[in-house]
């Protein structure tokens, strides 16, 4: 009975290894697209004659730093688990969680600085650009939510050690989706100060 349960229990294992990370990446792909075709939809728009021009908040470069650096600390996580170090594992996710929060935290900041200068997402006052502007990183903060419950989940399996160095298949496929809304950030960032605005 117990050599049943076992083999289930490795089969379950074994399909969850081979579906979750194929998963991920179509997602993934998904997410891409939408903001290919945003930015693709901004360079267009940028020839119309409502366009207005103007500078990000500085806040919006703080956000840059504070989610290169949550990169940095989940990297950290991740090695510390791979070498069977779970103390290391959780300091390194809880850190992650903060910075992530600290980013969503600068993202409103920079929204009410915007406000504060005119710019709206919506209204008689608003402007295409500004519009986008709001729309993209607002996009974005939404995917960034899913990364917050992410590290919540992979914070709590941790601290009930629940991870092993041969079980770190949800850490790995969190942390994945978390470089990947990090990269995406510095693209739009970029994007947005050099060609966008």
């Given amino acids: 009975m117990e050599a049943e349960i076992s083999q289930e229990n490795n089969y379950k294992e074994e399909l969850d290894r081979k579906t979750r990370m194929p998963l991920l990446w179509v997602g993934l792909a998904s997410i891409v697209m939408l903001f290919a075709s945003l930015t693709s939809a901004v360079i267009v728009s940028k020839s119309s004659r409502d366009w207005v021009s103007?500078?990000?908040?500085?806040?919006?470069?703080?956000?840059?730093?504070?989610?290169?650096?949550?990169?940095?600390?989940?990297?950290?996580?991740y090695k510390s688990a791979k070498a069977g170090n779970f103390g290391g594992l959780k300091t390194g996710v809880l850190l992650t969680l903060i910075l992530g929060l600290g980013f969503a935290a600068l993202q409103f900041i920079s929204w009410g600085?915007?406000?504060?200068?005119?710019?709206?997402?919506a209204g008689a006052s608003s402007t295409v650009s500004g519009s986008f502007l709001y729309a993209i990183s607002g996009l974005h903060l939404a995917h960034m939510v899913g990364g917050l419950f992410s590290l919540g989940i992979v914070y709590f399996k941790a601290t009930r050690n629940r991870y092993?160095?041969?079980?770190?298949?949800?850490l790995q496929a969190s942390t994945t989706y978390w470089h990947f809304l990090d990269g995406l950030w510095i693209y739009l960032y970029?994007?947005?100060n050099f060609i966008a605005l």
Avoid: K, R
Avoid at 57 to 71: C, D, E, N, R, V
Avoid at 113 to 121: H, N, R, S, T
């Fill in 113 to 121: 600085i915007l406000v504060d200068q005119g710019i709206f997402f």
């Fill in 164 to 170: 092993s160095t041969n079980n770190l298949l949800g």
């Fill in 54 to 77: 103007f500078e990000l908040p500085f806040t919006f470069g703080i956000s840059t730093l504070t989610i290169l650096l949550s990169s940095l600390t989940y990297w950290w996580a």
């Fill in 190 to 192: 970029l994007f947005l």
